[in-house]
């Protein structure tokens, strides 16, 4: 699969899945942001360094640097057209 043809649609994309998000909440970023909250919860020492490996579009850097504003936080994917999202 080549993400780099779903890179300038992904965010628009994920608006056709508010029906099903819709079922459990009204915002789009809630599973993301609850990944990132539980990750934090089990993490008793925060991380100098964070890499996001397979970042895509790079959704979840706004909620790593809410948790760990303190790491310095680098993120990976292999979709160059992602990347010049993030």
């Known amino acids: 699969?080549?993400?780099?043809?779903?890179a300038d649609s992904?965010?628009?994309?994920l608006t056709v899945q508010?029906?099903?998000?819709?079922f459990f909440t009204s915002k789009r970023d809630y599973f993301i942001k609850y990944k990132i909250d539980?990750?934090?919860?089990?993490?008793?020492n925060h991380p100098q360094t964070i890499l996001d490996f397979?970042?895509?579009i790079g959704l979840s850097i706004p909620y790593m640097?809410?948790?760990f504003p303190k790491a310095n936080i680098s993120a990976t994917d292999i979709s160059e057209?992602?990347?010049s999202i993030v």
């Open 54 to 56: 397979g970042c895509g």
């Open 1 to 6: 699969m080549n993400f780099n043809n779903y």
């Open 81 to 83: 057209s992602s990347l």
């Open 18 to 22: 508010e029906a099903i998000y819709g």
């Open 38 to 44: 539980l990750l934090a919860s089990y993490i008793d």
């Open 65 to 67: 640097i809410n948790n």
């Open 10 to 13: 992904y965010y628009s994309d």
